[in-house]
């Protein structure tokens, strides 16, 4: 434990974004057509890229949920609902799953 008053504290909290349960419906959605390929997969990533769109406002929140979508879908596929994107001050993003 730190006990030294004048010790510095980090000037900034790490960041983070938690998928709303709308958002989590929308993307079973998009992973139940993807996998059952009902839908062209160039169209369906379009339609999911403006459903992140809308929410996330973060733009590098965004790109980073966009690229790695895989990875996003397959969470939900396994039926994980508390999903987050987090950042630290280092700038590093992953997704956080509980």
Not at 13 to 38: A, G, M, T, V
Not at 49 to 66: G, N, P, V
Request: charged content about 30%; hydrophobic content about 40%.
């Amino acid at each position: 434990m730190i006990t030294n008053p004048d010790w510095r504290k980090p000037t900034s909290k790490p960041l983070f974004h938690q998928f709303s349960l709308d958002c989590i419906d929308k993307l079973e959605y998009f992973q139940k057509k993807l996998s059952e390929r009902k839908s062209d997969e160039k169209a369906c990533l379009k339609e999911l890229e403006q459903m992140l769109s809308r929410e996330i406002k973060r733009a590098d929140f965004l790109a980073f949920a966009l690229k790695n979508y895989t990875e996003l879908l397959s969470y939900i596929a396994s039926g994980k609902v508390c999903i987050r994107i987090h950042r630290d001050e280092a700038g590093m993003i992953w997704f956080g799953v509980g």
